[in-house]
């Protein structure tokens, strides 16, 4: 079940949502709007390696916004710190940044109960599009979970600032095997 908008800001003020800050003006019928942070990150290298740590280069935000080009996978962040121990968020493009050719969020749109911090964002263009710091990017949704819930714990608990995959923490590469 999807909390509406007034429902969030009832689960706020309770402190069973965690939004920092929190803007009133930001809530939708069934949503929350969040904005851009400052800090915008792009891979290294074009050619991604899932068992290796693909390295990252922070590119600057000019005052004339920052032009996202297709191919690429840029990594952005929310700019509020957001989470709960009681929904499951879900994050999804605005249909403004949508109507762009802008996704905010490629394939992971579901937060784990639990996690607090500012969430990463893929974002990638269909078409170059410009964007900056600050703007509403995205929105949340806040569903109520049915059965025992587990706090998530993982490795980005706690992120501030864009983050690059981690996957490669998840191989486990036999010592006796020779990588190719």
Known sequence: MILTGQQIAKEYDLGRIDIRPFNQTHLSPNSYDF???????????YILDCKKDNPTIELPFPVSGLVLEPGWIYLGH??????????????????????LGL???????????GSHNQWTLQLH???????YPDMLIGQVTFWRPEGSIELYSGKYQGSMGPWGSQIHRDFYIDDNKKEA
Not at 36 to 44: Q, T
Not at 82 to 97: A, E, H, L, Q
Not at 103 to 113: N, Y
């Open 35 to 45: 904005r851009l942070g400052p800090v915008i990150k792009r891979y290294k290298n």
């Open 78 to 99: 929310t700019m509020e710190i957001m989470g709960s121990d009681y929904y499951v968020p879900i994050i999804r493009g605005r249909s403004s940044t949508a109507r």
């Open 103 to 113: 996704f905010i969020h490629v394939t992971a749109d579901i937060i784990d109960i």
């Open 125 to 131: 263009a269909v078409q170059p599009v410009r964007i």
